[in-house]
């Protein structure tokens, strides 16, 4: 599997781990301010699993520590992000 893929399933756990924490009318918006990645073994499975804690949140950053897992639970990729949330611009 292309590390862009793996990259993007962290990016997409940390965000649905901060969404399961705030109130309904902050749920959408949830841009990416920093995000890295470490790849630790090749996903030879297409089946990725990732799992996703968040280590701190404040009233508009959230920090997220987010995990690759392949199938038989070998770590394959960790990342650590931040969330910038709570504040929508409407136009």
Not at 24 to 49: C, F, H, Q, S, W
Not at 69 to 83: C, F, K, M, N, R
Request: hydrophobic letters at 45%.
């Amino acid at each position: 599997m292309h590390g862009g893929a793996i990259a993007a399933l962290l990016d997409t756990a940390g965000v649905m781990a901060i969404k399961a924490g705030v109130e309904p009318e902050i749920k959408e918006g949830i841009p990416t301010i920093t995000m890295t990645v470490n790849y630790l073994a090749p996903a030879r499975e297409t089946d990725v699993l990732a799992e996703a804690r968040i280590i701190r949140r404040g009233r508009s950053i959230a920090f997220a520590d987010v995990k690759a897992l392949s199938p038989s639970g070998e770590l394959l990729a960790t990342a650590q992000v931040v969330y910038k949330f709570g504040t929508s611009r409407k136009a």
